[in-house]
């Protein structure tokens, strides 16, 4: 197996490594960068469904953006079963943790609205059934296009295989709510290559979706980040001095850390629309660190490239560990080289006491960060949960050069427009 240099040649750029070093430096439960303790009597946005990741709808350049004063926001959804057999236990209790860990295979787009940024009003389906080529709907992001209301949803067609696809509709505004209408053909933009991204071919385990395209504040151009694996059959990858980093005598083991191969994929389009793109080589690699870096997101700040992508304890490599939340990286242009912020690339990770309470996080350019409530200890021994399936208190973190600070705490789901557009 070739390594960074090798098989993404000299051009256009290099990938950066969040190397094994930079990972032995991850802490949980530092106060600066752990999301704070979240009750388990937190309320729920529905009882009909979960969700999960939240996708606020933005422009082009990362605002996010109300319309006619209509906050709005995508989420991933599924149904909750509390009467169907299926889910069921042998004493005739609801098992909610089993319907909860089933809802990636039946995920669909929804969208919220809200006139105060919380309190969220559920809007409905974005697609109606048959209109997605694929089972699932995954992660992506919405964007607000004009003052027409044309917005762009950019998502992950899954199983069959993994494609990055968009669907263009229209926010229409009423005074009592919001409305999505179009969202009726969607465009296959582009899967794994198996060059640069790995395919389910080369590991039935790869990861490649959650597209999220920007405007690079300095060219001009449109990009779009998203979640790969570097290619390359399972087990093939190599744990080099590279990817190691500087560790201290004693932790060059690296175990079977070459199964762990996540990497931030980029790719440029060739028009302004956004329908012909062109994938690069990653941004950043994690081999022998993580196997995931999800739903990449950018904030542009103080001329600097915050990149900010959610992981797992789960899927972390042999030796090296840390908590599940957004880690981030930094640098003064769009194609790196980039530096783990804090040291270690940590930014806002759950508390150990409470190792699965929130997930997917969005960092805002406003500082703020959402995310969904995953499960929360009821009791002492933390065996007994109480599942999520809605929105987490919002967090603030101030980002101040290589470093983050974790300094307020808001109200669940909030999550207020940067900037609103009055449509014609
Ligand atoms: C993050 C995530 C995304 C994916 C979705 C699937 O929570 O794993 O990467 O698009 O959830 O449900």
Redesign the pocket.
């Known amino acids: 197996m070739k390594n960074n240099t090798e098989k993404f040649g000299k051009t256009p750029h290099q990938p950066s490594l969040w190397t094994r070093a930079d990972a032995l430096k991850v802490h949980a439960d530092d106060p600066t960068t752990t999301q704070p303790l979240v009750s388990a009597n937190f309320p729920v946005l529905s009882n009909e469904v979960f969700i999960?990741?939240t996708m606020p709808l933005r422009d082009m350049d990362g605002n996010i953006t109300s319309v006619d004063g209509w906050s709005v926001i995508f989420t991933?959804t599924a149904d909750r079963h509390p009467n169907d057999p299926q889910y069921i236990d042998e004493n005739g209790n609801y098992d909610i943790t089993r319907d909860w860990n089933d809802?990636?295979g039946r995920?669909k787009m929804y969208y919220w609205f809200s006139r105060t940024g919380k309190d969220w009003k559920l809007g409905g389906r974005v697609m109606a059934e048959g209109v997605s080529p694929t089972v699932?709907e995954?992660?992506?992001t919405p964007i607000l296009l004009n003052e027409q209301g044309e917005v762009d949803l950019y998502?992950?067609a899954?199983t069959p295989g993994a494609t990055i696809v968009k669907v263009r509709g229209r926010v229409v505004t009423t005074e009592h709510g919001v409305s999505m209408v179009g969202f009726e053909k969607v465009k296959p933009l582009f899967e794994a290559d198996g060059k640069m991204y790995q395919t389910e071919a080369q590991n039935p385990f790869w990861?490649f979706?959650?597209p999220w395209p920007f405007r690079d504040p300095n060219d001009g151009k449109l990009y779009m980040l998203f979640?790969g694996n570097v290619a390359g059959e399972r087990g093939s990858h190599k744990v080099g001095k590279a990817e190691i980093g500087d560790v201290p005598p004693g932790y060059e083991d690296v175990g079977n850390s070459r199964f762990q191969t996540a990497c931030v994929g980029i790719a440029v389009a060739r028009d302004e629309d956004g329908d012909d793109w062109e994938m690069l080589p990653p941004l950043l690699t994690a081999v022998g660190v993580n196997d995931?870096t999800?739903?990449p997101h950018f904030v542009f700040q103080d001329g600097k490239y915050y990149l900010f992508t959610?992981s797992h304890t789960f899927t972390y490599a042999d030796g090296v560990t840390g908590p599940d939340g957004v880690y981030g990286f930094v640098a003064d242009s769009l194609f790196g080289p980039y530096v783990p912020l804090n040291g270690s690339g940590l930014v806002l990770g759950n508390p150990s006491s409470q190792p699965f309470q929130t997930?997917?996080h969005c960092v805002m350019p406003n500082g703020l960060v959402t995310s969904?409530i995953d499960s929360v200890p009821t009791d002492e021994s933390g065996t007994q949960t109480r599942i999520g399936g809605t929105e987490a208190p919002t967090v603030e973190i101030k980002i101040k050069g290589q470093q983050t600070f974790v300094v307020a705490e808001y109200d669940y789901g909030y999550i207020p427009p940067m900037l609103d557009v009055t449509l014609k």
Do not use: M, N
């Open positions: 999960w990741d991933l809802r990636h995920a699932r995954w992660a992506g998502y992950t899954v990861g979706r959650d979640e995931q999800e739903r959610i997930y997917s969904f």
